[in-house]
């Protein structure tokens, strides 16, 4: 199998799949510490980044993504191995008696609970005496004694409950249970080295289209958290960011001391940008209700039909910006529903807003990725504001494969805030693919 182990790759699935390294450490049964060697195992491997990190979660990338399909496709073949094999060994199961290090498993689905292949040491000795018809011949090719390579088949044959040899004095005869199991573990072998080098060759390929450098413009106070995902996509590209200004969100790429800008537009439809300046709309955003944890209006959005109306919010005190965009499309959106909101607090620090709204002081709308720490809560309600968040670059100063590459990388980090941060407005999203832009047209 070529250095990375079956049970590292079993780590990574499990890490995948509970999110956490604490959580796959208790399902696996071992330590956090020991899952993070695995999972880094297996990147330094395929010299890829399998998993955003985040203090208290791990969100696979895309290359970690696509590995878990890999892996799900071999762990597939590998249980269709052990099924055939248990069906050619003719009832001999008792006789190799109960393996005192093998795990009884449950079938329940979860990737914790999935027998494993052989390891690559078992493996190559097994195949060795298949190959050559004895364990004294295989011993020679791995420079071992024929004492070891034999425990490492019986090693096998334990964990499956199957006689794939038989021994004799003359050496060993293969039995078909065995020879379906050989077949099966070459045929694994093979898989992965082509599925892995195919995985290398298409995740690398994005970072290999970027410049040594990238300036970028972007609207979100979450922009460290973009700058973990685009390090993890384009490890040789050093990404700088400018503070975004709404009222000249235009300029610095003009003058070329911007290459992107994501931004938003409250306007709809959004108004030409100047030429040679491009711009594709990337997410369609449905702003929530940020309020503090324990609020009345949480309560009464979770004892009505589960839906809260803009006008029902005409009595609120609200904090919103002095100024600016987002105040803009709150005022607006709340005049399309009858009043005007009661802006008790002008305010821009985050800390001073997150502050109002946990004291229950305040209301205010928000990006449905904003995480909440526990403190606050999300609502959507009926009417709220939308805005449309985009990318926008020079056509002239940026060639078109690495804007594709860009948008995709920002969809991806957009979606991947969503699913850790509100996993509701993640489901709304996949209900409503539209509102996630396909900017495959506007980028031939």
Same mark, same amino acid.
């Given at each position: 199998? @070529?250095?990375?182990?079956?049970?590292?790759?079993?780590?990574?699935?499990?890490?995948?799949? #509970? #999110?956490?390294?604490?959580?796959?450490?208790?399902?696996?049964?071992? @330590?956090?510490?020991?899952?993070?060697?695995?999972?880094?195992?297996?990147?330094?491997?395929?010299?890829?980044?399998?998993?955003?990190?985040?203090?208290?979660?791990?969100?696979?990338?895309?290359?970690?993504?696509?590995?878990?399909?890999?892996?799900?496709?071999?762990?597939?073949?590998?249980?269709?191995?052990?099924?055939?094999?248990?069906?050619?060994?003719?009832?001999?199961?008792?006789?190799?008696?109960?393996?005192?290090?093998?795990?009884?498993?449950?079938?329940?689905?979860?990737?914790?609970?999935?027998?494993?292949?052989?390891?690559?040491?078992?493996?190559?000795?097994?195949?060795?005496?298949?190959?050559?018809?004895?364990?004294?011949?295989?011993?020679?090719?791995?420079?071992?004694?024929?004492?070891?390579?034999?425990?490492?088949?019986?090693?096998?044959?334990?964990?499956?409950?199957?006689?794939?040899?038989?021994?004799?004095?003359?050496?060993?005869?293969?039995?078909?249970?065995? #020879?379906?199991?050989?077949?099966?573990?070459?045929?694994?072998?093979?898989?992965?080295?082509?599925? @892995?080098?195919?995985?290398?060759?298409?995740?690398?390929?994005?970072?290999?289209?970027?410049?040594?450098?990238?300036?970028?413009?972007?609207?979100?106070?979450?922009?460290?958290?973009?700058?973990?995902?685009?390090?993890?996509?384009?490890?040789?590209?050093?990404?700088?960011?400018?503070?975004?200004? +709404?009222?000249?969100?235009?300029?610095?790429?003009?003058? #070329?001391?911007?290459?992107?800008?994501?931004? &938003?537009?409250?306007?709809?439809?959004?108004?030409?940008?100047?030429?040679?300046?491009?711009?594709?709309?990337?997410?369609?955003?449905?702003?929530?209700?940020?309020?503090? /944890?324990?609020?009345?209006?949480?309560?009464?959005?979770?004892?009505?039909?589960?839906?809260? /109306?803009?006008?029902?919010?005409?009595?609120?005190?609200?904090?919103?910006?002095?100024?600016?965009?987002?105040?803009?499309?709150?005022? /607006?959106?709340?005049?399309?529903?009858?009043?005007?909101?009661?802006?008790?607090?002008?305010?821009?620090?985050?800390?001073?807003?997150?502050?109002?709204?946990? @004291?229950?002081?305040?209301?205010?709308?928000?990006?449905?990725?904003?995480?909440?720490?526990?403190?606050?809560?999300?609502?959507?309600?009926?009417?709220?504001?939308?805005?449309?968040?985009?990318?926008?670059?020079?056509?002239?100063?940026?060639?078109?494969?690495?804007?594709?590459?860009?948008?995709?990388?920002?969809?991806?980090? &957009?979606?991947?805030?969503?699913?850790?941060?509100?996993?509701? &407005?993640?489901?709304?999203?996949?209900?409503?693919?539209?509102?996630?832009?396909?900017?495959?047209?506007?980028? +031939?």
């Amino acid at each position: 199998m @070529s250095a990375v182990r079956w049970a590292d790759l079993h780590v990574v699935t499990v890490t995948a799949e #509970r #999110r956490s390294l604490s959580a796959a450490a208790r399902a696996l049964g071992c @330590s956090p510490s020991a899952v993070s060697q695995s999972v880094r195992r297996v990147e330094r491997h395929l010299g890829l980044t399998l998993f955003q990190r985040h203090p208290h979660q791990v969100a696979p990338t895309a290359a970690g993504r696509a590995l878990l399909g890999i892996v799900d496709e071999i762990w597939s073949t590998w249980t269709n191995t052990v099924a055939q094999a248990a069906a050619l060994d003719n009832g001999r199961l008792p006789a190799l008696g109960p393996d005192p290090g093998a795990r009884t498993r449950e079938v329940t689905g979860r990737r914790e609970d999935r027998s494993m292949p052989p390891d690559a040491s078992a493996t190559d000795a097994f195949l060795l005496t298949v190959d050559t018809g004895s364990f004294a011949a295989a011993a020679r090719r791995l420079y071992l004694t024929p004492r070891s390579v034999s425990a490492r088949v019986a090693q096998i044959e334990r964990s499956m409950r199957l006689r794939l040899l038989d021994r004799t004095t003359h050496g060993v005869v293969v039995t078909a249970a065995g #020879r379906a199991v050989a077949d099966g573990l070459s045929e694994l072998s093979s898989r992965w080295q082509e599925a @892995s080098a195919s995985l290398q060759v298409s995740c690398a390929a994005p970072a290999a289209l970027m410049p040594d450098e990238l300036r970028m413009s972007v609207y979100s106070l979450a922009v460290h958290t973009l700058l973990d995902h685009l390090d993890s996509r384009w490890p040789a590209t050093i990404v700088n960011t400018r503070e975004y200004d +709404p009222d000249r969100a235009f300029g610095g790429l003009l003058d #070329r001391t911007v290459d992107i800008v994501i931004g &938003y537009e409250v306007n709809d439809p959004m108004p030409p940008p100047p030429a040679p300046v491009r711009r594709v709309r990337m997410v369609t955003e449905h702003c929530q209700l940020a309020v503090g /944890k324990g609020h009345v209006l949480q309560e009464r959005l979770s004892s009505a039909d589960g839906t809260l /109306k803009l006008s029902e919010l005409s009595g609120q005190m609200w904090v919103l910006p002095p100024n600016g965009p987002l105040r803009e499309l709150v005022e /607006k959106a709340c005049a399309a529903a009858g009043f005007a909101p009661r802006c008790g607090h002008a305010v821009t620090d985050v800390s001073a807003v997150r502050g109002l709204l946990t @004291s229950l002081r305040a209301i205010t709308f928000c990006a449905p990725t904003v995480p909440t720490f526990d403190e606050l809560r999300l609502l959507p309600v009926d009417g709220a504001p939308t805005r449309t968040l985009f990318l926008a670059w020079n056509s002239e100063a940026l060639a078109t494969p690495v804007v594709r590459e860009c948008a995709a990388a920002v969809l991806e980090w &957009y979606r991947e805030r969503a699913r850790m941060n509100n996993p509701d &407005y993640a489901r709304f999203l996949a209900a409503n693919p539209q509102m996630l832009a396909d900017t495959s047209p506007v980028l +031939p």
